[in-house]
């Protein structure tokens, strides 16, 4: 693997445990800084994880477009500075708005995920892309394992230290790309930076204006908010459906993000190889309606734990979509096509939970009219095969491939 490819993916990576690093310690810490009950320390980390969402969602376009007219490089290299000064801001706050402030900055510089699907857009044909964006998805998946992992292992030495350790490698990552990155914006696909592409609404409705982007972002989004079912509500249904302990529900999220890890980052290919990326798509979205429903009706905690990682079969999704889009635009508009993604992705974190929560609360409560813990998956079955019909109204336009833009 290349030294600069190795770079984006541990990129990637960071972002991902950004979201998950401080969920074991966060209970204690905000209780510590508040000298408040666990029950206010929860309404404030429910402003915490949305306010990180609700960055993502707002920058993802304007850090893909910077990266479109100033390059991938810097715009990486500056987030990653950025990112290790902020968690050592979060290590020593001493007050709730301070680290209100660290989590809304975090939230900016975990943007970059967008300039990383755009880095590898850069370097790979159009063949070649779906595959290596799974290798992004892939990453992901592994920060999404690594990052409650790391923070609860270090959690034993206090309530900084996952900060302190997250710092410490931002800044190692920072100091290995300045070595090996490579810039891959040339003066031929520079694209002028402006304001009405680069908020999230502009950047969407620039690139739905391309032949057939539009549905695929409305099956991009969909997908998202399905799968945002697992960090909204698989604790307490693990709880209320199975008397799971947090051990437990740790290793089947683990479960699950390491095989995602291996099918984006691998299985992937031959899917691809095999039924191409509108052929993936579908498998994709018909695996995961019938997983949502097995899960929304299982009873055996055992079962759960064998579908658990069977269910992320279908992460096939997300890199054959993001093979199909980058393929209609412009080679000077892959950044601002990552950069709405990434915004698209944000703006489920944001939505998701409070669509989930309110189902489960609905159907686990004393007055329930019908007492069902998975009602929460039904739904995510019910959007992926809105999905999956909005997917097979869709047309690709033959001639699109590296033409528009």
């Excluded at 590898?120 to 070649?128: H, K, L, Q, R, V």
């Excluded at 302990?245 to 740790?250: E, L």
């Excluded at 892959?334 to 698209?344: D, F, I, M, R, V």
């Amino acid at each position: 693997m290349r030294p600069a490819v190795l770079f984006i993916l541990v990129t990637v990576t960071l972002d991902s445990m950004g979201i998950g690093l401080i969920i074991p310690v966060m209970p204690d810490l905000i209780q510590e800084v508040q000298g408040t009950g666990l029950s206010k320390a929860a309404l404030w980390g429910g402003v915490l994880s949305t306010s990180f969402a609700v960055m993502q969602f707002l920058f993802g376009p304007i850090i893909g477009g910077l990266s479109d007219r100033y390059g991938r490089r810097p715009v990486l290299l500056v987030s990653l500075v950025v990112m290790a000064l902020d968690y050592l801001v979060m290590a020593v706050a001493g007050s709730i708005f301070l680290l209100l402030a660290g989590r809304i900055v975090g939230g900016i510089t975990a943007a970059t995920q967008s300039t990383a699907n755009a880095y590898m857009a850069d370097i790979s044909g159009p063949e070649d892309r779906a595959a290596n964006f799974g290798l992004i998805g892939a990453a992901f998946g592994i920060g999404f394992v690594l990052g409650p992992l790391l923070g609860g292992l270090l959690a034993e030495y206090g309530t900084r230290a996952p900060f302190y350790a997250a710092a410490v490698l931002a800044a190692l990552n920072a100091v290995f790309g300045y070595f090996v990155l490579r810039e891959t914006v040339t003066d031929a696909i520079r694209r002028p930076f402006r304001w009405s592409r680069a908020n999230p609404l502009g950047s969407v409705r620039q690139l739905s204006s391309l032949p057939g982007v539009g549905p695929l972002l409305a099956v991009y989004f969909l997908y998202q908010v399905a799968f945002m079912v697992y960090p909204a509500v698989w604790s307490f249904f693990g709880k209320e459906r199975f008397g799971w302990d947090p051990a437990t529900i740790g290793l089947s999220l683990a479960l699950f993000g390491v095989m995602m890890a291996i099918v984006q980052g691998g299985l992937i290919r031959w899917v691809l190889r095999l039924l191409g990326e509108r052929g993936t798509v579908l498998y994709g979205h018909v695996f995961d309606i019938a997983a949502f429903l097995a899960l929304a009706f299982v009873t055996s905690g055992t079962v759960a734990l064998i579908l658990t990682p069977l269910a992320a079969l279908a992460a096939v999704i997300t890199p054959a979509l993001q093979g199909i889009m980058s393929k209609a635009v412009g080679q000077d508009a892959q950044g601002e096509l990552q950069g709405a993604l990434t915004s698209a992705t944000a703006l489920a974190m944001i939505l998701s939970p409070m669509m989930m929560t309110s189902v489960f609360a609905s159907f686990t409560a004393d007055a329930a009219p019908l007492y069902l813990p998975g009602a929460p998956f039904i739904l995510s079955a019910v959007l992926m095969a809105l999905g999956l019909i909005v997917f097979l109204g869709f047309k690709p336009a033959a001639d699109t491939v590296e033409k528009a833009g």
